[in-house]
């Protein structure tokens, strides 16, 4: 008998399948599966490429549990609409829960210990959890008022200072030919088509982000200003959810695709460090698509031993 875990965020899903002792059988990858910002087929189509990539070696009637860890599952009426659609791509007979990813990458991360998960990805949001159950969540709002210091929200302030740039309002730097090479525009007269007619979608705009990183690096003086902005409001999540949940020195997981960056990574460590000193910055135990396994095994009320966690491990390193 297998659980299935599922960590679906706003640009990729991962899917992964264990035996009932942590043993990986399958896995699978898809795009983006944040119910708030995927239309319904969107969002069926790429759970289901994700499951069955995972299950392609059993016979799927042999899950025992799967659980569903998604972006903005947080509110009950996204997980309704969720849980009407795997209905559709799993055997009735199989247990399924649906929470939000914050939560599999704190119980992936830190087990059942007390901690705080902040995430940084296409969007963003932090999430604290205490021994005795009490749990409390800052941002993840959404995009159009919220996901500060996010990949999204890095994207719509280096579009911000280059129309800015191009009015005189601010010193021209090399932010705006970037965005333009972004954009694939020659000329600022085609940026309103570009970005109005076209479109640029949350997930597009995140893809920006990486090239901002890069010129921040690189000593870029309006890059580095909007990464010092972000990377202070992210903070200020961590400082807020520690004082909701009277947590003194806490541990905190820092999770997300931006983490890839070096830059991003050391300016939101330093950050932290400033804001929280008695913050203790802490590597994972286990991924996040590990810890929605681990949820659907004690969904399943499946024995979670040393050795299921050391088998889970395997996954977190491929």
């Avoid at 903005?72 to 659609?85: L, M, N, S, Y």
């Avoid at 791509?89 to 992936?108: F, K, P, Q, S, Y």
């Avoid at 902040?118 to 205490?130: E, P, Q």
Wanted: hydrophobic share 40%; glycine share 12%.
């Amino acid at each position: 008998m297998y659980a299935l875990g599922i960590d679906g965020g706003g640009s990729r899903t991962r899917a992964l399948l264990c035996d009932t002792l942590g043993q990986i059988i399958g896995q699978g990858l898809s795009g983006g599966t944040n119910p708030r910002t995927s239309a319904t087929g969107e969002l069926k189509a790429h759970l289901q490429e994700a499951i069955e990539q995972a299950t392609r070696s059993i016979d799927s009637s042999k899950i025992l549990a799967a659980h569903f860890g998604l972006a903005g599952a947080g509110e009950a009426g996204t997980r309704a609409k969720v849980q009407a659609i795997t209905k559709e791509l799993l055997c009735e007979e199989t247990t399924r829960t649906i929470g939000h990813d914050l939560e599999i990458a704190l119980v992936g991360g830190l087990g059942s210990k007390t901690g705080i998960v902040l995430v940084a990805g296409t969007g963003s949001a932090c999430y604290g959890r205490t021994c005795d159950g009490r749990s409390t969540k800052c941002g993840d709002w959404g995009d159009l008022v919220d996901d500060v210091g996010s990949g999204s929200w890095i994207g719509l302030r280096a579009l911000q200072v280059c129309v800015r740039q191009t009015d005189g309002r601010l010193p021209e730097s090399p932010l705006k030919q970037a965005v333009m090479d972004f954009l694939k525009i020659e000329h600022m007269d085609a940026f309103k088509t570009r970005i109005h007619d076209s479109g640029l979608s949350r997930s597009e705009r995140a893809q920006l982000a990486p090239i901002i990183l890069d010129l921040a690096s690189a000593g870029d003086e309006v890059s580095l200003a909007i990464v010092a902005e972000g990377v202070g409001a992210l903070s200020s999540c961590v400082f807020i959810t520690c004082r909701q949940l009277d947590i003194k020195s806490p541990a905190v997981l820092l999770a997300g695709g931006l983490l890839q960056h070096n830059y991003f990574s050391d300016s939101l460590e330093a950050a932290l460090n400033t804001r929280i000193p008695s913050a203790i910055i802490t590597q994972p135990i286990l991924n996040p698509t590990a810890g929605a396994v681990l949820m659907a095994l004690e969904a399943a009320s499946c024995e979670i031993s040393e050795a299921t966690l050391e088998n889970l491990k395997e996954a977190s390193y491929s």
